[in-house]
Nanobody, 124 residues
């Protein structure tokens, strides 16, 4: 059974950076797109970033474009989310997910494996 585990979250100040990691155990990511989503208190889960299986295509939510960078290491079965210039509005639980297909996608319904999430809190 595929298991995704996020790490790297924490409490930081506005303007700081964090790098989230998503390790996939029990399966490969080589032929699958990967995505990051987040859920803030009292809000629904929203798309943050995604990357296709060969890293040729990336997509970002407008709110993080230019500040966040998604990447992946297929040999390590790991996806990363580099978050720079963090803002209080970025406070949320961040989830990684593996898509059921090779493509990059901002739509959660295409992802069939999800991690448990890691908390990111940004103070002003």
């Amino acid at each position: 059974q595929v298991r995704l585990t996020e790490s790297g979250g924490g409490l930081v100040q506005a303007g700081d950076s964090l790098r989230l990691s998503c390790a996939v155990l029990g399966g490969s990511i080589t032929n699958y797109g990967m995505g990051w989503f987040r859920q803030a208190p009292g809000k629904g889960r929203e798309f943050v970033a995604s990357v296709s299986s060969n890293s040729a295509t990336t997509e970002y939510a407008d709110s993080v474009k230019g500040r966040f960078t998604i990447s992946r290491d297929n040999a390590k079965a790991t996806s990363y989310l580099q978050m720079d210039d963090l803002r209080p509005g970025d406070t949320a639980v961040y989830y990684c997910a593996r898509h059921g297909h090779y493509s990059s996608s901002p739509y959660s319904y295409g992802y069939d494996s999800w991690g448990q999430g890691t908390q990111v809190t940004v103070s002003s």
